[in-house]
């Protein structure tokens, strides 16, 4: 069934084959590469190419989900490079299309848009939960993937549990569940259904809770089958040398990473109180992120007041279903207070 929903010309695709992947041993004298045999123009070794499959990392963050390491892909600009590769995998360009429930995250429209592959919409529900009937009349035969965020970007609330089991059970393509924020949502992550739903896949990130942006690393939780296509379609060493070492840094240390994800979800909780005061502040949507969503009635002055004074907020008052939302991500405590002070004297 998976294979039927794979682009024809991928199932059939010889892929690049690197050095690494005809010489797997790891002693040797290395004259297969063209690499620097002689090291590097850092004091830090990284003359030699990485493992291209990240074996290392995904025993661990197999252990870590429960998971076996061929159902595990890691994509190296964040989970956005997941997503770009996973619409490359099923989609045909002008023929195919995806299912998006907006307000939702940008990069599901712009990865389609730069592959050419169209875009529905079933827009969520006013308290944000998606409109499964509206989801049914929508798609088509073409529809190969519908993008599920859950938690959502930029609404911060979890979708129901039950309106993704009904997708996964009815829909014939591939379903997304984009788990960027499920660290700070307080709920099990899909992870415990990829067994029983080989359509499942789930995306999280090592950007948000794991606090390492910076590296660029995403996970892709699938079906083994997709894991092996995505390793085809995939650039050979995507995830470099420094990435996978300090990433297994931290998964060692993820008491760190639960702490703070603690430390996150306290600030919340006062910044919600906090907010609430506001009475410039109108509505505050339920969270289960480490943002918060507002809907005031001057979401541009407030930003550009905001902005004078060196706090930075998102404006989404412009996505449709958002009109007059502000989106705040949960800072320090210290920075937390010092926006509360700035709404305060707006
Ligand atoms: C932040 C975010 C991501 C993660 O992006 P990375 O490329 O891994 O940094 C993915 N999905 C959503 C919804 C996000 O908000």
Redesign the pocket.
């Known amino acids: 069934m998976l294979e039927k929903l794979i682009r024809p010309h991928i199932l059939n695709l010889k892929p690049y084959s690197s050095a690494r992947d005809e010489y797997k041993g790891k002693e040797g004298i290395f004259l297969d590469a063209n690499e620097n045999a002689i090291g590097s123009a850092t004091d830090r070794l990284f003359n030699r190419y990485p493992d291209p499959y990240q074996h290392e990392l995904k025993a661990l963050l197999a252990e870590f989900h429960g998971l076996r390491q061929e159902q595990i892909f890691v994509g190296g ?4 490079e997941c997503i770009e590769l996973i619409i490359r995998l099923f989609c045909e360009p002008q023929a195919d299309n995806i299912l998006l429930l907006p307000p939702t ?1 940008g ?1 599901y429209e712009v990865s389609a848009n730069v592959n050419n592959v169209r875009i529905k919409t079933a827009n969520l529900k006013p308290d944000f939960q998606p409109d499964t009937s509206k989801i049914f009349q929508t798609i088509d035969s073409h529809t190969k993937i519908i993008f599920i ?1 859950s938690p959502n ?1 930029p609404t911060a609330n979890l979708i129901h549990l039950e309106s993704i089991l009904e997708i996964l059970e009815k829909f014939e393509g591939i379903v997304v569940v ?1 788990e ?2 499920i660290d700070f949502a307080g709920t099990p992550s899909w992870t415990t259904q990829l067994e029983h739903f080989p359509n499942l896949i789930i ?1 999280q ?1 090592f ?2 809770a794991w606090g390492m ?1 910076g590296l ?1 690393l ?1 996970k892709t939780f699938a079906n083994p089958l997709v894991v092996n296509y995505l390793n085809k379609i995939k650039l050979p060493y995507n995830i470099s040398q420094i990435a996978q070492e300090i990433v297994l840094e931290g998964l060692k240390n993820s008491e760190k990473q639960q702490n703070m994800v603690r430390e996150i979800l306290a600030e919340r909780q006062k910044l919600l109180e906090e907010l609430g005061k506001i009475a410039l502040i109108k509505y505050i949507f339920p969270t289960d992120a480490n943002f918060v969503l507002v809907k005031t009635e001057k979401p541009q002055q407030i930003y550009e007041d905001l902005v004078r004074q060196k706090i930075i907020l998102r404006d989404r008052s412009k996505v449709s279903l958002c009109e007059g939302c502000l989106r705040i991500t949960v800072g320090t405590g210290g920075e937390n207070k010092a926006l509360i002070a700035a709404l305060r004297s707006f």
């Open positions: 600009a964040g989970s956005d995250y990069m965020c970007n984009d960027a924020y995306l990130t950007s948000k942006a660029r995403g």
